[in-house]
């Protein structure tokens, strides 16, 4: 069975510092799916990510995906407080979710 | 352009009722999905549906049932509401290239 997990699950960063939010899933798949969640809102798409060694930018994050290691990442550069949300990804094609990381920007 | 609707936004149910989240989408999308959002467990998928007539199981769907008679609605069935069901679900629906996925803007469900 598809297990996916991110960490970290809670994450506090200062305004401008960079920082990284990990996605392991634990079987073979080439579609990967990052999300964004305000509070009490619904889901944004972010990425698609759909082959080993894709890599998307859009403002301030980039994601990638490493099918090999069964990995993706999502890169937060010079963050803003607007930046504050619940990240998610999902993996595969009936998008199993992992548990999601809650980002604060503090200025 | 609606994209996804789901209805209601809110609802309270007591023990043992049964009620139907409705969901429906405009983009003419193949895949729909039921979702419910627990609390630091991310979203977990209840059922899907790859066509109209064609629907699947997935990692919690008990006490669920759905249905695919068209294109454009995936209601979702709670035949016996029970306490553990209050979350909030969402409806998802995509194109047959699994690319993005568009979400409905929720229904928060509790059960007393």
């Known amino acids: 069975e598809l297990k996916v997990e991110q960490n970290p699950l809670f994450l506090s960063m200062q305004e401008g510092k960079n920082y990284t939010i990990y996605c392991n899933y634990s079987?073979?798949?080439?579609?990967l799916y990052w999300y964004r969640q305000d509070p009490g809102k619904s889901l944004e798409s972010l990425f698609v990510?759909?082959?080993?060694?894709a890599v998307k930018q859009e403002g301030r994050l980039m994601a990638s995906l490493d099918t090999k290691a069964r990995l993706s990442t999502l890169h937060i550069t010079a963050a803003v407080h607007d930046l504050s949300a619940t990240y998610f990804c999902?993996?595969?094609?009936?998008?199993?979710f992992g548990a999601g990381t809650r980002l604060t920007v503090k200025p | 352009n609606a994209g996804v609707t789901q209805t209601p936004k809110f609802q309270v149910l007591k023990t043992g009722q049964s009620m139907t989240l409705q969901c429906a989408q405009d983009?003419?999308?193949?895949?729909m999905s039921w979702y419910r959002q627990d609390p630091g467990m991310g979203l977990r998928l209840i059922h899907y549906?790859?066509?109209?007539?064609?629907?699947d199981q997935g990692e919690v769907p008990n006490g669920y049932n759905v249905s695919r008679s068209t294109t454009e609605d995936f209601p979702l069935r709670l035949l016996s509401a029970a306490p553990s069901q209050t979350s909030v679900y969402f409806c998802?629906?995509?194109?047959?290239?699994?690319?993005?996925?568009?979400f409905g803007q929720g229904t928060r469900l509790t059960v007393v």
């Open positions: 998802a629906s995509r194109d047959t290239g699994f690319r993005v996925a568009f």
């Open positions: 079987t073979t798949s080439d579609r």
């Open positions: 990510l759909l082959s080993n060694g």
């Open positions: 999902a993996v595969d094609n009936d998008m199993r």
């Open positions: 983009m003419n999308h193949e895949y």
């Open positions: 549906s790859v066509g109209a007539g064609i629907t």
